[in-house]
């Protein structure tokens, strides 16, 4: 058990300061402290923990805190390399449908849109010009395996040149007389 002196005396105390504390204006108060002092001697960290920040939070209207926001200025300093470099694009693929992406596609409208007498063209133009360099070849190889056989007939010892004359050099067909002489 306490004296009950001393109970009247807390009471009366804490009466007094009430009376006090709402007798002063605080911010005319403040003006007078000199604040770095009184910092210095205030526990902020157990005044902090006094504080219910899930109280101050639900007062704060996020949508008017974000409308004040500039994201452009925000996105400007977003270095968007480094943050293309943390995502793992394998997992980005494998979470894309491709069945229904395909399916988005207007097949009518690319159809209509492509040029498929142009993509015809020159895919059986490079087929044709491949058949037609295979042809040619192959004709070049007959006609020097006919030539040889006629030199054999007639007996030649001397083969005439690989080339029509009118194709040789000057220098060319002069040594080409020569040699025939």
Partial sequence: MTDPAETLAQQVTERVID???SALDINELASLVDLNAL????DLNALVARVD???????VDVNALLARVDLTALLD???LNALVDRVDLNALVDRV???ALVGRVDMDALVQDTDLGAVIAR???GVGSDVLDAARSQTVG??????RWVQRLLRRKHPGPGIPPALL???ATVTSAQAAS
């Fill in 19 to 21: 009376l006090l504390v």
């Fill in 39 to 42: 910092l210095g001697r205030v």
């Fill in 53 to 59: 920040l899930d109280a101050v939070l639900n007062k």
């Fill in 77 to 79: 300093r977003v270095d």
């Fill in 97 to 99: 449908d491709v069945n």
């Fill in 123 to 125: 895919s059986t133009g």
């Fill in 142 to 147: 007959l006609d020097q395996f006919v030539d």
């Fill in 169 to 171: 050099s000057p220098s």
